[in-house]
C-alpha cells in the first residue's frame, strides 16, 4: 500500500470527511502494520511532542498493585494513579 499523505483541511468538515473516505485504506495500513511489527506504544504521543508518562514498579509492588486492584474491581494503572496523586496531595500539604 502506498503512505496516505493527510493533508492540511480547511475546514473541521473537511477534515472529518477525508477520515471517513479513508478508513477502509487507513484500516488495511493498520493491520498490515501491526502483521509487520511496525506500531509502536504512544506513536501518536511521540509524533505530537507529548513527553512520556510512565512509572516504572518492582515486579513485587507491580503483583500487589494488581492484586489490590482487582480487590476493588478496577485497573491497576488506576489504582496506582490514586495512590500517586493521594500521595503528592498529601506531601504536598505537608511542606
Known sequence: MSKLEIPDFPSEAEEA???FDNQDALDDEFLAAAAEGRLGVGTAAKLAGLPERSVE???????VAKREAEKRGIKYQDYVSGLLHTALITEANAL
Open 57 to 63: 514498579l518492582s515486579w513485587d509492588d507491580f503483583e
Open 17 to 19: 470527511k477525508w477520515w
